[in-house]
């Protein structure tokens, strides 16, 4: 058996969560049993063994206790029950800024953070340089941090953590802030201290990212351990569980959103990782108004309602048309489309996509859609001809093919040999 | 918990407080780090103003016998009080500067009041200069005087045992902080820094006035600081025995109360 790096043995977490906690000793003895105190358990009974030198993941939904698991690990918290036992340098990355003070600049906030994390002011000079290099923020080191955009503090905090010879690092999600070519950098330099021995602990519900980087992972929920193994198995029992409940929760709320389009379920099929889904497809006109079917030649606008589980950055949507007898007439997405999508937050929302003069033909069709990552490389959620889309003559007179071309007819020009 | 061997590691995290505390102190004043020379010269001068020529109190006469500077008696006691109240009451704002931070990343929270602690004494013992200088000009200085760094340590170290206590109990409840102020207030007129002992009845309402308030904590710190530096005599032994036991008992419970607390602090909101 590997020696443990991290041992966590029978770990319990209870959270006092007091409502109008009394603030001031008068409230305390005015109100004396009036404040109400529910009990969290964020964590019940978890037993772990992170062996050294491995990489280590843990996901599970927000609020599943993950992130409260490593935290304990760190030593922010104290265990209700049970014990973490520790053996090495603990170097941590839990959140955004954790451990900068704002009115410091960059530099001083190295010393701070070389400090707390237990160097001595020798060890801490011999890799400032390192660290200001790894950065990237020479220009800026000697300013204040409360000036730093988010991505800055990521590098920042990154450059310390991993340039500070841990034995282990915690990380809480937070890479993901970086732009590609930090985070690049900073996977390259994951699987080199990895390389080097150090035990690596990463928290994430991008499980992708997970099943990718991991050795062994664990899945929690509601602060119990679900599934603990090779990382692949884990994630894919994982997916599964979201892809389940996901469903459920659609055939609950069937009536919610108010779609004229029937899912062909036989027909259709859908696939995808789930961070964001399309959980609905709905139908309008320009004024917004639900409407059952498209007139060609009239406006037309497609909504497209996600629902997000975690942050995706930049995720593409896509529509694709097909005729029923499975020609594909037409695939916009938004990339094409040239619209920038940002971060979509988790949660609910829609895309339009809004068609001034409908171009297709009356008939019978069959719509398409997706949402995927930004190099189109992974899909979230994509349903395969789910949608029946029924197109009516409306204004346009054309008849024949599956397109209005909005041709120009010109009258017959004699042709004059000159 | 942390044992002590693991504070040791974080002394570098100590002294990154202090300097903190203390560059934060002058910042944005011309004059700078001046002040810490300028401020208690002010206040000598002040309480010579008020209390030699307005007041016209009669001080105890200086071990030279050559003058009786009665702003010197205060300023000598002022110093050694000062100390103790600044650590007590910096505590709870040093515990309050780091409490944000102590919640999303590990480090013995103890090492914030340690570094406001230094970064007091940094002061304390800038003034115990100036002390030192006008007690040479006026030719009333001996070897005693080394016994008053001592006595003004320990009289920081009280404070910090008592700090260390406060700070997590203001965590909880905001109000310590001005109850903290008031008691600060009323100790501070019963203990003979404004005054001298010799002026205290001996009974008051019935009540043995001198002899309870030689149980005032403070009081053999005062007393001793006042032996060392304005009487050059050493400080008695009861009086050394009483800092002593004060000091160790502040000290011991303040940091076991504190590791037994500070681990909750992360969990506040």
Redesign the interface.
């Known amino acids: 058996m590997t020696e443990s790096a991290i041992s966590v043995q029978g770990l319990s977490k209870r959270f006092r969560l007091q409502r109008d906690r009394p603030s001031s000793i008068k409230e305390a003895i005015l109100r004396r049993n009036k404040s109400t105190v529910e009990d969290f358990w964020a964590l019940r009974g978890v037993d772990l063994e992170i062996p050294k030198g491995s990489f280590y993941g843990l996901i599970g939904h927000n609020g599943s206790g993950k992130s409260t698991l490593l935290r304990m690990i760190a030593g922010i918290h104290e265990p209700t029950d049970g014990q973490v036992v520790v053996d090495g340098r603990i170097s941590a990355l839990l959140e955004l800024g954790a451990g900068f003070h704002p009115d410091l600049t960059g530099r001083e906030n190295i010393y701070l953070n070389g400090a707390i994390l237990g160097l001595n002011t020798r060890q801490i000079e011999s890799s400032v340089d390192r660290i200001i290099e790894f950065s990237g923020l020479e220009t800026f080191i000697d300013t204040p941090v409360k000036a730093y955009s988010s991505g800055m503090h990521v590098r920042l905090g990154f450059a310390i953590s991993v340039n500070v010879d841990p034995e282990i690092l915690l990380i809480d999600e937070v890479i993901a802030v970086g732009d590609e070519e930090f985070q690049r950098r900073c996977f390259d330099h994951l699987y080199a201290l990895r390389r080097k021995g150090v035990t690596i602990v990463l928290v994430s519900h991008a499980s992708g990212l997970v099943e990718s980087l991991c050795d062994e992972v664990t899945w929690l929920e509601r602060g119990v351990v679900q599934m603990t193994g090779p990382a692949q198995e884990v994630v894919r029992g994982y997916i599964g569980r979201v892809n389940d409940q996901e469903a459920e929760r659609l055939a609950e709320e069937d009536d919610g959103v108010a779609s004229p389009v029937e899912e062909v379920g036989e027909e259709g099929t859908r696939r995808g990782s789930g961070e964001i889904r399309v959980i609905h497809v709905q139908f309008l006109d320009e004024q917004r108004l639900a409407r059952s079917t498209a007139n060609t030649g009239e406006p037309f606008v497609i909504r497209l309602w996600y629902e997000a589980l975690f942050p995706i950055h930049d995720p593409v949507f896509s529509i694709g048309i097909h005729h029923e007898n499975g020609t594909f007439v037409a695939g916009p997405n938004s990339q094409i489309g040239s619209v920038d999508t940002g971060t979509v937050e988790p949660g609910k929302g829609y895309v339009d996509i809004v068609v001034d003069r409908w171009p297709i033909l009356p008939g019978q069709y069959f719509l398409s859609a997706a949402v995927t990552s930004n190099d189109m490389l992974h899909t979230f959620d994509a349903w395969e001809r789910s949608h029946k889309l029924i197109t009516q003559p409306g204004t346009s007179e054309e008849r024949f093919g599956l397109v209005d071309m909005e041709p120009r007819w010109f009258p017959p020009t004699p042709h004059e040999p000159a | 918990m942390i044992s002590t061997a693991d504070l040791a590691?974080?002394?570098?995290?100590t002294?990154?407080f202090a300097r903190?505390e203390l560059a934060a102190r002058y910042k944005r004043s011309l004059l700078g780090w001046s002040w810490s020379i300028i401020n208690p010269l002010a206040t000598v001068a002040i309480y010579t103003l008020v209390f030699g020529v307005m007041f016209r109190a009669a001080p105890p006469p200086t071990a030279n016998g050559r003058g009786e500077y009665f702003s010197l008696y205060m300023f000598n006691g002022l110093i050694v009080w000062s100390f103790f109240t600044a650590v007590l009451n910096g505590s709870m704002g040093w515990m309050g500067s780091v409490s944000e931070?102590?919640?999303?990343?590990?480090?013995p929270a103890e090492t914030a009041i340690f570094g406001g602690t230094i970064a007091v004494g940094v002061q304390s013992a800038l003034e115990m200069l100036v002390l030192l200088v006008i007690m040479v000009s006026l030719l009333n200085v001996g070897a005693t005087f080394l016994f008053f760094p001592l006595v003004l340590i320990m009289a920081g170290l009280f404070g910090l045992g008592l700090g260390l206590v406060v700070a997590i109990l203001n965590t909880l409840?905001?109000?310590?902080s001005y109850?903290i102020g008031i008691v600060l207030q009323l100790t501070f007129f019963l203990v003979p820094i404004v005054y001298t002992p010799e002026i205290l009845p001996d009974e008051a309402y019935g009540l043995p006035i001198k002899t309870i308030l030689k149980f005032h904590p403070m009081e053999p710190f005062i007393a001793a600081g006042h032996e060392a530096a304005y009487f050059q005599q050493v400080p008695t032994l009861a009086q050394v025995a009483a800092m002593t036991f004060w000091t160790a008992g502040s000290l011991t419970f303040g940091l076991w109360y504190f590791r037994r607390r500070s681990?909750?602090i992360?969990?506040e909101?």
């Open positions: 590691a974080y002394t570098p995290l002294v990154n903190r931070m102590r919640k999303k990343v590990y480090f409840y905001r109000d310590v109850l681990m909750r992360s969990e909101l």
